[in-house]
Each structure stands twice: as C-alpha cells, then as structure tokens.
C-alpha cells in the first residue's frame, strides 16, 4: 500500500490539472464551484427530507469524521462529529515517538435506515473497521460497533432486511452484515462483486479502482469508484447490475479534470448531483458539485464530459454556510450547552392533553393503542388539510438568532409505503411566517424519528409562536396519500444556552487527540489557555495543536497572544500546518522573549528569522495563497495590532502524503525544556 501511496506522491505534482477556481458564494440563482474551496475529501452525502448530510475524512484529526448539514447541496455547516477520539496509545496521544499521521479514519460511508443513521469507515491506526450509529445525527450520541477487520474504503447498503459493506480496490468485494449493521453475519454473502474493476480505465494504474460508493436506485445497483490511469487525472467509473451479485458491467462516466470520487443524490425535485472531489495541491481535496442525468440507465456526469464551474442553485432561497471560522474564545460562544426544555407534556404521558391544540382541521387524542415510549401517544385524525396536526404554543419562548433543537417521534399505518412529514413553526399571525424546521421520510407501520436544528431568524415576528406536525403542502389533498391518520410521541424543542464550560467551535479540530487537562476556555475567561503538557522535539510532536482549515483561493488567519505564561524553551504562535509547515510566534529562551519565524519546508525545522520581544502582548498573522496552486504562506507579526511586519521567508506550501491532509491553520504551545508553560490566545480571526 505505502509503495502505491509513494508512487502516487511522484506522480502528483505531474497529474493535477490547473484550471481557475472562483470562490463559492450564496447567490439568489446561481452558484460556483468548488463548492467548498477548502480540503473536504471523501465525502458522502445523503438526503433526509428536505436536509443533505455528508461526512468526510480528517485521519489523524480529532474530534472525528465530521458531519455537515446543508438544505441546497452548496451552503454548508458541521453539525456534529462521530466520534471525540478513536483510540488512546501512543499513535494516538503523539507519545514516544509515535503518531498516526494520514492514517486515523479514512473513506466513510453515511446511509440512513429506519430512523438511524449509520457512518461506516475503516482506520489504518487500528486495522479495524467501524459502524457508528444514532438516531439524531446532530446531537448523537453514537453508539460504535466494531468489525476486527480492515476493509478498505467501505461502502454500507441496506436493501430489503439485509446488509452490506462493499469495498476493497481493484478487485471490488461485498460482505454480508447482520441486519442491524452491528457485525458480519456469520454464514453470509461474502464474495468479490466486481473483478479487476480497473479494467475499464486502462491497463496501466497509479490508483487500482477504489472508493466505492453503492447505490440502489430504481430497482438497479450501481457501484462509483475511481481510479487513476497513468498519463492522467483521477477518473469516475459507474458500474451496475440488475441484481446485487451481478454479473456488472461498468464504464468511464466523468474525465475531468481529476474530478471523482463520490456517489449521487438527488432533491426533492428529483434532481440528481454527484459530489466528488479534485486534488489541487496544498489546499487539499476540494468538493465539486456535478450535475447528473440519465441515459438508458446510466448516470451521465457533467455537460457534455465536463463540470461547469457555473450553476444554478439545486435548491434556491437558503443562506450562506461556512465549515471554518473566527472565534473570539468567549464561553458564551464556545460553552457547552445547557439544554432547557420548551415544551409541555411532549411524551403525552400527563392525564390532559393540554397544552396541546388541533392546528387547522384535525382531530387529536391521547391515545395508549401505540407508544414510542412510556405507554401513551397522540393520535392526530380526521385531517382535512396537508396542515392539519397537533401544535403547540411556544411564544415569549423564544430569542431571535438563537439554535434551538427539536425531536418527535411519528408513525402511521395506512396510507403509502413512505411518506414524508414535517415539523413546522408559525411565527407571527400570518402563514408567511411558516417555515419547515425539519422534515423526515418515514415508513408505514413503523416509528420515525424527525430531528434536527433551527435558528430563529433575526428578524422573526415572535408576537405569535408555535410549532405544528404536518405532511407537505398540497393544495389538493389526496385522502389516502396526504390525509392519514398518524401517531405523534415524544416531542421535544430545547434551547442550547451557553454555560461557558470549555467545548469549542465546531470548525475546530485538535491535531491527534487532545490532551484535556492542559487546555481551557475557562482558567482565563474569554482565551485559550494552551500549557505544555510534555516535552516536544518541535511542531509535529506536540500535543494540544488546536487547528481548522485553510481555505481559498486565499485566507488569512490572525490571533493575539499573550506571552507571560511561557517558560523557558517554550514555543507558541501560529502555524500553516502540515508536514512541511512554517509558522510565527515567540521563542523564550531562558527569560528572554523573541519572535521567531520558522519554516520546515526542507523537512526539518529551520528558524529563519528573530526578532526581540519586550512585551508580552504580540498580534501573529499567516496569509495562505492557493490561487491557481500557487501554494505560498506569508508570515507577519505587530505589536499593536494594526501595524504589520513581514518576518522570515516565503512558505512554499507542498501536500504531502505522510500527512495527506490540505493545509490548516494552527494554534500550538510546546516545550522544549520542562513542561508547565502556558500561552493564552485571545481571538482567531480568518479573512
């Protein structure tokens, strides 16, 4: 694998190729690729409702795999990650020596089952394969379920009452699950799906065929890899079959660019769109969004071969996200949260049914003939509107730009095989004031799960609040397919106040995994607080490197740090951070401070430049130019904030596999000498 993955590093400053890129923006119409001008590799993504989810690979990064969560396939947040560490050795903790960079997780798979979520990967740390599992895939918690066995680039399908994980490279293959997903089934399907998958793409491969994405749609089974043939960028191929064991038969359908890796989804509209990625230097991996149609059954990628850099908007009207970000490190906007509930008898356990009402026409009962949980729930009938459900008043409730987070729980059992319900607000006396929290489609006869997160809008009318269960609109209900009866359970809308205890934004991600006594938000209200926790050789050793990513086509960090704390041979400041780093910060040596910039662009460190220190309030900036892979990093440093001084030399950026990560900025404290020292940062602020 390590002699492919050396192969590859040769050949990729040749392969790649250059185009233009302009930067996302939210627009009334119209979008521009990359989607995401930063390093989002390996993504996934699935649609509930009217929400897209997708995960994607961090390796050696912590929390991990994140989860991010758009309504328009271009706008996106982290929402949540799947896990806060994977392991705890050495490889894990950078002790002795020792440490998991490019390895951790890689490729996930993320489906969603009968009101679960489930994200599959494999680590190269620990030879295992993970299936994690929720039903709220934005608040958890995740349960982990472990296969003793690495498969590569796994890829999970649930079809019928059985379970799959098809995987490996080259030679694609399949492996039968127990239904729940919790292990291999013993005595099942475990057999190779596609032989010598590369074929298609030529003879002659720097990458065999891998990342496997399968997919059943429409009663047929395809499976997307990529591969790399030599000459060439990364290719999309598609494979299908009329039957989950074939026989299939594939082909070539994207060569752009280097544009691949990554299946298919489509909007409520019944438009599909492929998100793949393309290797651009430094940055990393960028996501692509490309549109998909179908010929014969095929899926065609792109506008006559090519992605267009240009599109209209899959879904039209939503605001601007972002997955990097500045932070002030105040606990009110760094705490963790503290839940309140909003609602009234949400598990319809009480002996009334107050507060709750009919909204529109519609009849509700407490009714114990079904039960999520305890032994009672609603059931809302006689619908003669889309609209018609329980509601529940929640004015005075609420505080305009605050997060709130809802669940309920709802079955029904006549009426179509699936159907899609909503949780919807009414803020102020108008139905223009209605908006669609979050939506979920759920199966007959069986409890579903609609959840998720909503922001009140700045501007809301609050005079007048409540939330309401409903099926989509339709102005001429159908009675079986849009009236039906359905049962309602444990409904629940919390407000997430701050406490000011020490979790982070969700845009931040500690190098390996965090050593928690020696950081704060709370030692010194509104900074990070980083000490020493053990003694480091330099950068790629030490603990407690707080990162998120860079971004281009060119991004600015800045911070403040205050020195007093730092002890003799400490190290702290501000990093553009991969192998082959480069950073500015503070160097004290014995009781003397200077400013130090440093560039490991060589593979060992080097300290380039010093400067004199005489106070211990310093303002450190780092400037990542990307523009068509121009991949420099400028250093600089004020002692007023305002005023800027270019220190050392130019960062010539490199991605490197060791590594295989784009570059980040980076917040570190290290020692060289004892431990205990300690740096306080102010602010991160990204331009």
Request: aromatic residues 12%; contains cysteine.
């Amino acid at each position: 694998m390590w002699k492919k993955i050396s192969a590859l590093l040769l050949a990729l400053p040749l392969l790649i190729t250059s185009f233009p890129l302009t930067s996302p923006a939210a627009s009334a119409a119209t979008f521009s690729n990359p989607i995401i001008y930063a390093d989002v590799p390996d993504s996934d993504v699935i649609r509930v409702g009217n929400a897209f989810y997708m995960t994607s690979t961090t390796m050696h990064m912590n929390p991990g795999v994140p989860v991010m969560k758009s309504y328009d396939l271009v706008n996106w947040s982290i929402v949540n990650y799947v896990y806060d560490t994977l392991g705890n050795g050495d490889i894990q903790n950078l002790n002795n020596g020792q440490n998991e960079y490019g390895r951790g997780s890689w490729a996930s798979s993320l489906r969603y089952n009968n009101g679960v979520y489930y994200v599959a990967f494999g680590s190269l740390s620990t030879g295992n394969t993970y299936i994690y599992q929720t039903s709220n895939i934005e608040t958890g918690p995740w349960t982990p379920y472990t296969l003793n066995s690495y498969y590569h680039d796994p890829s999970l399908l649930f079809d019928g009452n059985r379970t799959f994980l098809v995987h490996g490279s080259d030679n694609i293959s399949i492996v039968e699950l127990t239904p729940d997903a919790k292990a291999v089934k013993s005595g099942g399907l475990n057999q190779v799906l596609i032989l010598n998958a590369s074929s298609v793409a030529g003879s002659n491969m720097i990458v065999k065929a891998e990342g496997a994405h399968i997919q059943k749609i429409n009663g047929m089974y395809y499976v997307f890899l990529i591969a790399w043939p030599s000459g060439d960028g990364r290719i999309q191929l598609a494979y299908r079959a009329n039957t989950l064991t074939g026989p299939y038969t594939g082909k070539v359908v994207l060569r752009d660019s280097g544009i691949a890796q990554g299946g298919i989804v489509d909007t409520g509209s019944g438009a599909w769109y492929g998100l793949l990625f393309r290797d651009s230097g430094a940055i990393g991996r960028i996501p692509y969004l490309v549109p998909v149609t179908w010929s014969d059954n095929w899926p065609v990628f792109g506008v006559n071969g090519k992605v267009p850099l240009n599109m209209n908007l899959p879904v039209e009207g939503q605001p601007a996200a972002k997955i990097y970000g500045s932070d002030e490190f105040n606990a009110t906007t760094s705490g963790t949260p503290s839940v309140t509930q909003l609602l009234v008898n949400g598990g319809f356990e009480e002996s009334s049914i107050q507060p709750w009402t009919s909204n529109n026409t519609a009849t509700i009962t407490v009714t114990n003939a079904e039960a999520f949980s305890g032994t009672k729930s609603l059931l809302v009938s006689s619908r003669q509107q889309t609209a018609g459900g329980a509601k529940q008043m929640v004015t005075g409730k609420l505080v305009p730009g605050e997060t709130y987070s809802f669940s309920a729980k709802i079955k029904y059992t006549t009426g179509p095989a699936t159907k899609t319900f909503n949780l919807s607000i009414q803020n102020g006396a108008s139905y223009t004031g209605i908006s669609i929290m979050g939506s979920a489609t759920l199966t007959r006869g069986q409890w579903g799960a609609l959840q998720g997160t909503y922001t009140v809008p700045s501007n809301a009318d609050l005079s007048q609040s409540f939330i309401f269960v409903e099926t989509p609109y339709n102005s001429n209900p159908d009675p079986t397919n849009d009236l039906m009866a359905f049962y309602v359970d444990d409904v629940s809308l919390t407000s997430n106040s701050s406490t000011g205890t020490s979790s982070l934004a969700p845009y931040w991600q500690w190098n390996h995994n965090p050593d928690a006594a020696n950081w704060s938000l709370l030692q010194r209200p509104g900074f990070m607080r980083l000490t020493a926790g053990k003694i480091s050789k330099n950068l790629l050793e030490a603990r407690n490197t707080l990162t998120q990513r860079t971004y281009g086509p060119k991004s600015t960090g800045i911070t403040s740090l205050d020195t007093a704390g730092m002890k003799d041979g400490d190290y702290a400041g501000l990093a553009a951070f991969q192998a082959k780093y480069g950073f500015v910060g503070v160097k004290m040596t014995g009781s003397t401070k200077s400013i130090i910039m440093a560039n490991a662009s060589s593979g060992t460190m080097t300290e380039v430049a010093t400067v004199p220190l005489n106070q211990n309030r310093i303002y450190l900036r780092v400037i990542c130019d990307f523009t068509n892979q121009t991949d420099k990093a400028y250093f600089a440093y004020s002692l007023n904030g305002s005023n800027w001084t270019t220190i050392g030399n130019t960062l010539q950026m490199s991605y490197t596999l060791p590594h295989f990560m784009g570059y980040r900025f980076a917040l570190f404290n290290y020692a060289t000498k004892s431990t205990g020292g300690y740096a306080d940062f102010d602010y991160f602020r990204v331009e």
